[in-house]
């Protein structure tokens, strides 16, 4: 029997990267999939048509969610579709601007900070409605990252709100547990994207020199780390943050 059997789950962000190889093993392991985007329509309706070959059920569902009222209806859509029922919520959407400090305004502040945060904060407090309601528990999951923990240059916005996200899952694990509602974060390490090692090839290569198990991140690797979360094999896990990045964090810096 595949893990996610019977679940009903929303992955936001879900029209590409790593939110696609989310929804996919979500999918691979037994789980109905709402697939939201926001304006990646075409890449979301793939997803969607890549789970139905492999047998499973899925829908795009799309929304702004730095708008409260949009997380609201995404969340209530997916449920409506899933017949009722959501098990799962992992909210991966955001974005990840470069940017020194010396010239971000508050407005870019606020645009990273919304769509990473507070988005994050609306979906969860929305999924948890449901969950409670059905009276059956159910696992939400924030995409976080290890620059949560390890700072990078220009990246200052991304690094507070995907800190805070952290946080955010622990405060929640604390007061949903109760209701058998598990929350905890994945902080995926430098994830493989087309075109990346010709964009950024000094990056890409010190992380190559840096990583133990010596390659970078796949989609599917932050996929599978959100897979155990929503199994029963997580059942008594909550409050925690998954590191996915191939051991990088676990190497001195001095």
Known sequence: MRLLEGQVALVTGAGGGIGRGIALRLAEQGAAVAVHCRTSVE?????????????????????ELTDEDACRRVVREAAE???????????????QPVQDL?????????TVVDTNLTSVFACTQAAVAVMREQGEGGSVTHIASTEA??????????????AAVV???RSAALEYGRHGIRVNTVSPGLIDREGLAEAWPEGVGRWRRAVPLGRLG??????DACVFLASPLASWVTGHDLVVDGGVSARPTW
């Open 43 to 63: 890449p979301a309706r793939e997803v969607a048509g890549r789970v139905r070959e492999l047998g499973g059920r899925a829908v795009v569902l799309r929304g």
């Open 81 to 95: 579709w899933g017949g009722g029922r959501l098990t799962a919520l992992v909210n991966n959407a955001a974005v």
């Open 102 to 110: 010396a010239t971000m305004t508050a407005a870019d502040w606020r």
């Open 149 to 162: 923990s390890a700072p990078a240059p220009a990246h200052a916005h991304y690094c507070a709100s995907k």
């Open 167 to 169: 946080m955010h899952a």
């Open 218 to 223: 796949r989609a599917e690797d932050v996929g």
